[in-house]
């Protein structure tokens, strides 16, 4: 009998900075085997509104608008003052040392305050009330310009997108025929003729497709110029903008519609100029007051007066009129413009209201239309894998269906366009 002798055998652990390095380097294959598409996520589909929102915080009247209002505060701050201008302090000395020096000096300290004309102050705070609800009333008119840069620009992307669509759609159904009818060929059923008419439809498509995404591309380079030239996802999300409410559209002149209120802002800025410009007929007073300490030679006290003085300027005379004539000029032509927008703003929204009714008319018919030509289109579909129609009927009736699909298509685009421009002839903004 054999004895095998068993030594005992003391496990080892291994170190600390070993079990470390080894979980770190598991941890990194972990991380490094996860599928990269779960860690990226969904683009978020664009929207009219958030185009038109970054877009907006490109503009340089974004940019400037807080140093702006800023600059309008300061204004109005400055003519609730108590002086037109700031206080000026005088400080002089006479002496006679550089001639007999025989000890006479003189020193003086004043200090000039600025009066205000009578009415000035009132007409200068209404000047500056007026040049804030400008600055106000230009941002507004400048969003709304912006607003319909921003929808032409993306409408004609919406377009060009469901362009895109359609004709892809047409390409996989030439395609899908195609591969019957070569099928077909091989099974002797169909002419070499046929299989050509179903290949040059599928080049045709192949063509259409190009040519769509080539107007696609360009109207998404036109979309990303509004925000800067950052890339975007190419990938709209399908909705328009609300009808506007009947009220708003059966007013526009009474709905505080941006453009009339930056030109009636104007005007009234001409106005508050030139009631101020006739209170300042002439430069503001001034109010002096010094104290002169002197004395004639030396060993004499020194000698203290106090001096109170008016300082009137004389009459501005025809710069003065110069200035008021300007400014009533100014009125005037801010309210004959006033008055041409709003009757242009009235006949766009007429017109705008006019071409959504006939769109939405179209739109219908278009839609019953297009159905009839689907289920047309079934029809000699299943006629034509039982031999019953021939190859060029098929190859109509399908391009039939493809331009109502595709004129229908363009009408829901033109009607939901046709909503942002009656917003826009009404002064809203894209929601």
Known sequence: MQTIKRWPVRPSFPSWPLVLAA??????????????GNTAAPPTPLSLHSVFEQAWAQ??????????????????????????????????TQTDWPGSNNGSREYEAGVSVPLWLPGERARKGQWAHAEQAALESSLAAARLRLAGEVRDTWWAWQRAQAELGLTQDRLANAQGLARD???????????????????????????AVAEALGTRDAALVALRAHLGGRHVAA??????????????????????????AEMQAQAQ????????????K?????????TTRSKGQAGERYQQTVTLGVRIPLGAGARSQAREATALADAADAEAR??????????????????????????QAMARNAGLARETLAFYEKSFRLGEADLPTRLRVELEAAQAQRQLARLRIDEAAAVSALRQALGLLPE
């Open 282 to 290: 002439r430069a503001n007073p001034e109010l002096l007051l010094a």
């Open 181 to 207: 009818v070569a099928r077909r060929f091989k099974a002797g059923d169909l002419s070499q003729a046929d299989r050509h008419q179903a290949d040059s439809a599928v080049a045709q498509a192949e063509s």
């Open 269 to 280: 800025v001409a106005r508050s100029a030139a009631e101020l410009a006739a209170t300042q």
């Open 338 to 363: 006033t008055a041409i927008a709003q009757s242009r703003l009235a006949a766009e929204t007429q017109a705008a209201r006019t071409r959504l009714a006939a769109l939405q008319a179209q739109r």
């Open 235 to 260: 990938t709209p999300d399908g909705g328009g903008e609300p009808q506007p409410e009947p009220l708003a559209a059966a007013a526009p002149e009474s709905a505080g519609h941006p453009a009339l």
């Open 23 to 36: 979980g770190w380097m598991v941890s990194n294959m972990a991380w490094a085997l996860q599928p990269v």
């Open 59 to 92: 503009q340089p009247e974004a940019r400037s608008a807080d140093l702006r209002r800023a600059a309008a505060s300061a204004t109005r701050q400055a003519a609730s003052a108590w002086t037109p201008e700031p206080l000026a302090l005088n400080l002089q």
